[in-house]
């Protein structure tokens, strides 16, 4: 939390697990709640799309690949699943890396976060594959503005336009494992699943690898309001959910506040759901397998919380450490110089709090997409 105090081990854990035990996002401007907005959206995304492959919405919309690309396209209907290791990951976010070599859809690299991976008890080198999908929004926006290139981006910067997504924007990042990769590492965590009780607590489609892969984390944000609503979501068997900075959800969970353990890596039980976002599942036609996923966190400003990160997307796959992981805090620095380089010295500084504008001098801010890194 870089309090101004020196403190270690089981007390710097209890003292942490204290200060975020009760970190719920203030109300919107207008009076909302953001878990409120986060659950929203949350049906909004996973609602069966209605396509032959029976994938859920954000399956449908572009990816990564599919935008920052020479010949952008929107996916095909029925498109495979394509995924990557983490492009988090591969930026060396905690390492001051510069430069970034995009990895191709069809890789399926063992986790960044080696330590992480090994205290979590993920299979040696086992992978996670990623996937980032943004919505017909948000891809009308960046590929009509040719901001999915690194031509594009030099063009817009010479502009002195500011760019500024439409209220209607979502943008989606997912986590997957292999279902026999998933079924290991439950068992080393004491848990032991056939393979058709993981399809029954697990969201699972297959990828372009003829592969079976179960979900274990996603998170989205939202652009409604201008600094974005973050929302982060871990299956409920996740090992280490809510370390450090707990678990809270004001709207969706019958317990709205879970404390982080003392002793990391640890199971926390199950996320039992509130009666209305039991009644907005049943309204939407959401499948009873997305009662496992829990809302971890909302985020709409830089303090409170401080702190918001996923035991899977950034401590296990992308060596981000939850004490250093926040989504709208990172976010921030998005933003690309006018050679259309994105703003990597701040990448590499682990961002979190309030924004130092220091850091983005001399950068046109990409309204708090990151996925410049992989223009080509």
Same mark, same amino acid.
């Given at each position: 939390m870089h309090r101004k105090m020196v403190i270690s081990g089981a007390a710097a854990a209890a003292f942490l697990a204290g200060t975020c035990a009760w970190a719920l996002s203030p109300p919107l401007p207008w009076g909302q709640s953001p878990d409120m907005v986060?659950?929203?959206?949350?049906?909004?995304?996973v609602a069966p799309s209605g396509n032959a492959n029976n994938d859920v919405e954000f399956e449908t919309w572009a990816s990564d690949e599919d935008i920052y690309t020479t010949n952008p396209q929107w996916p095909t209907v029925n498109a495979p699943k394509k995924l990557q290791h983490s492009l988090l990951g591969a930026a060396g976010l905690r390492h001051g890396q510069t430069t970034l070599t995009v990895p191709?859809?069809?890789?399926?690299?063992p986790p960044h976060g080696k330590a992480a991976a090994a205290a979590a008890k993920f299979p040696a080198g086992a992978c996670i594959g990623e996937e980032v999908r943004r919505n017909w929004a948000t891809y009308q926006y960046v =590929?009509? +503005?040719?901001l999915n290139t690194i031509a594009g981006l030099k063009a817009y910067y010479a502009t002195g336009k500011k760019v500024d997504l439409p209220a209607d924007a979502v943008e989606v990042k997912a986590d997957w494992v292999a279902i026999d =990769?998933? +079924?290991k590492w439950l068992a080393a965590n004491n848990i032991n699943l056939s393979q058709q009780q993981v399809r029954q607590r697990y969201y699972v489609n297959q990828a372009s690898d003829g592969t079976s892969y179960a979900l274990v984390a996603f998170h989205f944000f939202t652009k409604q309001q201008k600094n974005w609503v973050w929302a982060d979501f871990e299956h409920e068997l996740n090992p280490g959910r809510c370390d450090l900075i707990g678990c809270h959800d004001n709207y969706g969970a019958v317990v709205p506040n879970v404390n982080s353990k003392a002793q990391p890596w640890q199971q926390y039980g199950t996320c039992a759901k509130s009666p209305k976002v039991k009644l907005m599942f049943a309204n939407a036609g959401i499948s009873p397998v997305w009662s496992h996923?829990?809302?971890?966190?909302?985020?709409?400003?830089y303090t409170n919380p401080r702190l918001l990160g996923n035991s899977v997307i950034e401590a296990i796959n992308a060596d981000v450490p939850i004490a250093n992981s926040s989504c709208i805090g990172c976010?921030?620095?998005a933003s690309f110089d006018q050679n259309g380089q994105p703003n990597f010295p701040a990448l590499g500084t682990s961002p979190v709090g309030p924004p130092d504008p220091n850091k983005i001098k001399g950068y046109r801010p990409n309204d708090f997409i990151w996925g410049i890194v992989a223009a080509k």
């Open positions: 986060g659950w929203e959206t949350f049906v909004q995304v191709s859809p069809s890789d399926c690299n =590929v009509g +503005r040719g =990769v998933l +079924r996923y829990c809302m971890k966190g909302t985020q709409i400003n976010h921030y620095y």
